[in-house]
C-alpha cells in the first residue's frame, strides 16, 4: 500500500502563489509517476499536472500551463506543485495521484486526502 501525505494549501489571493507538497514512503516512491488533480465545487475532478518515475517528462492542464510547475525530489520521496499568478478559478481541492510504473494523466492508483486551495478576487 502507498501512503500520499500532502501539505501546503490554504487561502490566498488572486496573484499571488502557493506551493503543494506530497510525501510518500520511500519503499515504493522510485516506481510511481506522479501527479496533481482537482475539484472544483459541483465540478468533475480534472487533470492538473503529472511527471514521470525519474522527472524527465512533465504534463499540464491547458488551463494551468506556464504558471504551474510540477517536480519531484526522489532523494526526499516527494512531489511538488508550485503554483503561480493563481486565479479564483483555481479554487479546489487538490488531489495528489499515483500510478506503479505509469504517469496519472487520466486514472490513479493510489489518492492523497486532498488539500484545499482558495483563491479569493
Known amino acids: 500500500q502507498v501512503e500520499l501525505v500532502e501539505s501546503g494549501g490554504g487561502l490566498v489571493q488572486a496573484g499571488g502563489s502557493l506551493r503543494l507538497s506530497c510525501a510518500t514512503s520511500?519503499?515504493?516512491?522510485?516506481?510511481?509517476?506522479m501527479g496533481w488533480f482537482r475539484q472544483a465545487p459541483g465540478k468533475e475532478r480534472e487533470f492538473v499536472a503529472a511527471i514521470t518515475l525519474n522527472g524527465d517528462y512533465t504534463w499540464y492542464a491547458d488551463s494551468v500551463k506556464g504558471r504551474f510547475t510540477i517536480s519531484r525530489d526522489n532523494a526526499k520521496y516527494t512531489m511538488y506543485l508550485q503554483m503561480n499568478s493563481l486565479k479564483p478559478e483555481d479554487t479546489g481541492v487538490y488531489y495528489c495521484a499515483a500510478r506503479r510504473l505509469a504517469t496519472p494523466r487520466y486514472r490513479a492508483d493510489y489518492w492523497g486526502q486532498g488539500p484545499q486551495v482558495t483563491v479569493s478576487s
Open positions: 520511500g519503499r515504493n516512491y522510485i516506481t510511481l509517476g
